[in-house]
């Protein structure tokens, strides 16, 4: 009796802890505190790749883009480092920029636009540092968008990067990853930054119902960067490197300031904001011309700009506001209604972020507070 009564209490010690051990595992699973960031892709075991010019290729590394290192983003001598004057806004990454032009080729400026030649590859590596007030130091390079053009015009390829940041895969499917890092003011923030699917990319990237680049318009290059130690606008350094014609001097052309500089003056600043964040929908050739919202940094005309106009077809994304601007009154504007929501089918941009980005809609609250 003795005996069974002690391997009965055995058997139900035992379940207990196998028990309490899987409540322990689920709640692991289930705890916000605990969660872990997501590898950015399998650390697969690829087939190598020989760069024969048919794209896309699996690796990143495989087009020769950078060297040493390709978490270092070193560009070879055959890619140009480059910078729009304004940002468009994706979850608060940091983002490199390259661009690759063929050997003997050229780009061209036609009107406002920069005609660049089959085979060039625009190259946009997004990231995070670990600690945004420490920007230079470790960091974690989240995907690559590449758009290449190719004789049967622009395409558009995601590449995810894996966990120990020494390649970067094709994933046409897009992806979801969770990123920790550390704000400005100190604080960790958990984003769970979604990866666009190769469909996805013509959302934005579209003129005229063709895949096109954004932020590749002679407005948004006629600005100085820094090239090392020194500062050139970057359409006369791309001129002396002889891979762009039809550049003057810089005030012969159209220019754009960064939005960010609180040195420029307001309307100009919002007016950046609008349009490298909106404008690739909300102009005559994009997939919001309908709404007969245009939102070019050139736009002057109020009825284009929302002041007082009813929207056409905003449905329930327009809450219970009546005009997309309000002259004075931000808070009763569908713009900031819009701007200030993560909901889908009220947030705009409709992809490309899942956070609202509290600095430009602070700029464009501003912006509208001023209007008369």
Partial sequence: MKISQKVTQNGVFTISVILLFFIYLISCQKSPDKINPQPLAPEEVLAKEVADGNYPYRRLSTYGFFTGEIKQLIPASTVIFYQPASSLFTDYALKSRFLFIPTGEKAKIDGEDLDLPHGSVLIKNFYYPADFRKPEEERRIIETRLMIHEKKGWQAYPYIWNESQTEAVLKVVGGEINVRFIDNQGKEQLINY???????????HNKDEILSPIGM???????????????????????????????????????MVNYQDTSQALDDRAMAYLDINCAHCHRAEGPASTSGLFLTYDQRDRMKLGINKTPIAAGSGAGSFKF?????????????????STKVGVAMPEIGRTTVDQEG??????????IK
């Avoid at 979604?194 to 934005?204: E, R």
């Avoid at 997309?324 to 200030?340: C, L, W, Y």
């Fill in 194 to 204: 979604l990866v666009p699917n190769k469909n996805q990319c013509k959302s934005c």
């Fill in 217 to 255: 318009q002679v407005k948004h290059l006629n600005n100085e960067i820094a090239y090392g130690t020194t500062k050139a606008n970057q359409l006369a350094h791309w001129t002396e490197l002889g891979v762009l014609e039809g550049f003057n001097e810089p005030a012969a052309h159209p220019a």
């Fill in 324 to 340: 997309d601007i309000v002259p004075g009154k931000p808070d009763e504007s569908i713009v900031i209604h819009r701007m200030s």
């Fill in 361 to 370: 809609v602070e700029l464009i609250r501003n912006w509208i507070a001023e």
